[in-house]
């Protein structure tokens, strides 16, 4: 079945980059997302990247695609406490419109 | 854009009252979707819409809950009779195909917590 697993808690210094990681088993997965939930707050796509892609970036935002392994990250550059959020890591396939997001990594982020 | 707006934000009510959740997507899109967040089983898609039809409700937990769209700018769900077990944050999210199959905004959600 469809499954998307991440890491529930990540800590880094303010400063330091920041990489969640993310697996899923979907092998007909094409779209891969990351969005962000501040509290409080609903969930924000941040970006998102192509089965055909091995990366993209998008100014400090650094998302890598392992296909063969099924693995996904999320690098942030230079984290900052307005980083502090939770990190949903998701899939869907062309022909499908039902997402499946991962349970979210929650990112501290110390000053 | 307004995006998407829910209502209420907050709502707190008894044991075996019915609540309505309140969902106004964005203007042209043509998917809605509910959800519902706790922390112990993170974020389930309840229900979604094409066009205003149910496309997939097999997240619906049981009968008491149910979902309508009468109209491309609303939505509802309802939880006929509540139990404590419901309370958790529900969001709607709304999507237009074309931009990426799973491109979803989501709305501001709705606390709900049944005492």
């Known amino acids: 079945g469809e499954d998307v697993e991440q890491s529930l808690f990540l800590s880094v210094r303010e400063g330091d980059s920041s990489v969640i990681n993310c697996t899923y088993t979907?092998?007909?997965?094409?779209?891969l997302y990351w969005y962000k939930q501040e509290p409080g707050a609903g969930l924000q796509l941040l970006t998102y990247i192509f089965s055909n892609m091995d990366m993209k970036q998008d100014q400090r935002l650094t998302v890598l695609l392992n296909k063969k392994d099924k693995h996904l990250s999320l690098r942030i550059a230079d984290t900052q406490t307005g980083d502090s959020a939770i990190y949903f890591c998701a899939e869907s396939r062309t022909g499908g419109f039902k997402t499946i997001f991962g349970a979210g990594t929650r990112l501290f982020v110390k000053a | 854009d307004a995006g998407v707006i829910q209502s209420p934000r907050h709502e707190v009510t008894e044991m075996g009252q019915e609540v309505t959740l309140r969902c106004k997507p964005i203007s042209g899109h043509d998917y809605l979707f509910w959800y519902r967040q706790t922390m112990m089983r993170g974020l389930e898609l309840l229900i979604y819409?094409?066009?205003?039809?149910?496309?997939?409700d097999s997240g619906m937990p049981e009968d008491r809950f149910s979902a309508k769209m009468p109209n491309a700018s609303f939505s509802t769900l309802k939880i006929q009779p509540s139990e404590p077990r419901d309370s958790a944050v529900y969001f709607c999210?709304?999507?237009?195909?074309?931009?990426?199959?799973?491109?979803?905004?989501f709305g501001p959600g709705t606390r709900l917590t049944v005492t």
């Open positions: 999210a709304s999507s237009v195909r074309g931009q990426g199959a799973g491109e979803q905004y």
């Open positions: 979907d092998s007909s997965s094409t779209y």
């Open positions: 819409f094409n066009n205003n039809v149910p496309i997939d």
